[in-house]
């Protein structure tokens, strides 16, 4: 039994038809994944079933190269926006949280405040924003701006941004609405707040024409793994999802970004820090071994090729599959992953082939196939280690894989009391254990928007 009865955390990272990248080609995934609301109504039901605390979506505003012909054989070019996916999935779940994607390199502060405090209010306070600054070089080709901002320019426009939302959610009271039928009054005045923000990226009047939610606002979700992630992170996250390939990898983000929440005046217990998982779970650890490497044999050279060149920000088209990874330069577009990827291929001494075959998977993600006591023992081993407060378990084929997670190994997380038997709540944030957002002063919240410009 857990000792401590601190409780695991759990979100459901879906992909369309799995997070393997020849996860589409498995006969046991639906032909139309990616635009069937049905089966992501299923793998929300069956998540929430298995009491995770949040289902997450992921997204980018553009495909990954120009060329059809390069693309032709990736599955993932055509889905649902998330933002209304989520909205839809709140009306078939009732307690499991519903964090998604949203980029602050080609949106706006008050666009984005606005649909996800909707979301959070529709969703009864489930909701949750994973704040990115977008890697990929494309999507600015959408947008009309030309060339993608460097990495340091996205991220001082990214504080700025995610200052600005949060101000907006901090618009009005909690109990400004006092709806007086006799009087005639609607809401207090005083209870109002003017953002009035002037800033380098961004010139917000406000108020934000949305209320507050029962969980006070959504709950504020990073991913970036760099320096300037990492700062990011511990100035406004309140859930971090991380890539790590080993446990003391894990541990010394853990420490660092624990370290960095505290430095910024924050209680490190109120960041949860959630790696990937990616698991293939079987009865037998010989099935488990065996369902892993029947979707391996379906990858595609050329889908294994696009995706390591996607991840390390370099095109390896041309280069012999057989060979080694070539010299890459440094890049101002993306900094972590591509730097988790190229030190395997340097430690392990992998071919281009066997790099993309190791990470056609968990795509930088901590790898397992097991029987359920053994994936159990791997996830309580970090959990107890320091190195993971949670997970976002990322099946390799769906919906199979998630079927398996909460079927097979959550009733043997419960068994050690290392996961919960029932919603302590009703919010997102009730679930994760995280604190009632208090609304800011007016001089602390303009210091804190000072500070970001």
């Not at 553009?62 to 060329?67: C, S």
């Not at 080609?106 to 666009?111: A, I, K, S, V, W």
């Not at 990898?249 to 217990?269: C, E, I, M, T």
Request: hydrophobic content about 40%.
């Amino acid at each position: 039994m857990n000792a401590t009865n601190r409780m695991m955390k759990l979100g459901a990272f879906l992909w369309p038809f799995g997070h393997h990248v020849a996860a589409w080609r498995h006969p046991a995934t639906p032909e139309n994944a990616a635009n069937d609301f049905q089966h992501y109504t299923e793998l929300a039901q069956t998540a929430e079933r298995g009491l995770f605390d949040m289902l997450f979506v992921a997204d980018t505003t553009g495909l990954h190269a120009t060329d059809p012909e390069s693309l032709s054989r990736m599955s993932y070019v055509a889905w649902m926006e998330p933002i209304t996916l989520m909205s839809a999935l709140s009306a078939v779940t009732k307690r499991i949280g519903l964090a998604c994607t949203a980029s602050t390199s080609y949106d706006q502060p008050y666009l984005i405040a606005r649909r996800f405090g909707s979301l959070d209010i529709i969703s009864g306070g489930r909701a949750a924003w994973n704040l990115i600054t977008t890697a990929n070089p494309l999507e600015a080709l959408n947008f009309g701006r030309d060339p993608h901002p460097d990495k340091d320019e996205r991220y001082r426009r990214a504080r700025e941004f995610a200052e600005v939302v949060k101000g907006l959610w901090e618009s009005w009271d909690d109990d400004a609405f006092i709806r007086d039928k006799a009087s005639g009054r609607f809401f207090d005045p005083e209870k109002l707040h003017i953002l009035n923000h002037t800033g380098k990226y961004f010139s917000v009047r406000g108020p934000l024409n949305v209320a507050r939610s029962k969980q006070g606002h959504p709950v504020m979700v990073q991913a970036g793994a760099s320096e300037d992630g990492r700062e990011l992170a511990a100035e406004t996250a309140e859930v971090v999802f991380t890539a790590h390939q080993s446990m003391k990898s894990a541990q010394a983000f853990y420490a660092d970004l624990k370290r960095r929440v505290a430095q910024h005046g924050r209680d490190p217990n109120h960041l949860k820090i959630m790696p990937g998982f990616f698991v293939t779970v079987g009865r037998t650890e010989a099935e488990a071994k065996d369902k892993f490497s029947r979707v391996q044999e379906l990858i595609h050279p050329e889908v294994g090729v696009r995706l390591l060149s996607t991840f390390i920000s370099f095109d390896l088209t041309g280069y012999p599959v057989d060979g080694p990874l070539p010299e890459i330069p440094e890049s101002k577009v993306s900094a972590s992953r591509r730097g988790l990827i190229t030190e395997i291929a340097r430690r392990d001494n992998l071919s281009i082939r066997q790099l993309y075959t190791h990470i056609a998977g968990g795509r930088g993600h901590f790898q397992f196939a097991g029987t359920p006591v053994q994936v159990a023992d791997e996830l309580q081993r970090w959990f107890e280690n320091g190195a993971a407060d949670g997970f976002n378990i990322m099946p390799p084929i769906l919906p199979g894989g998630l079927s398996d997670f909460v079927d097979l190994v959550i009733p043997e997380l419960q068994r050690r009391g290392l996961f919960r038997t029932a919603y302590e709540g009703a919010t997102l944030r009730e679930n994760l254990g995280l604190p009632w957002p208090a609304l800011r002063r007016e001089a602390d919240l303009h210091r804190a928007l000072q500070e970001a410009r």
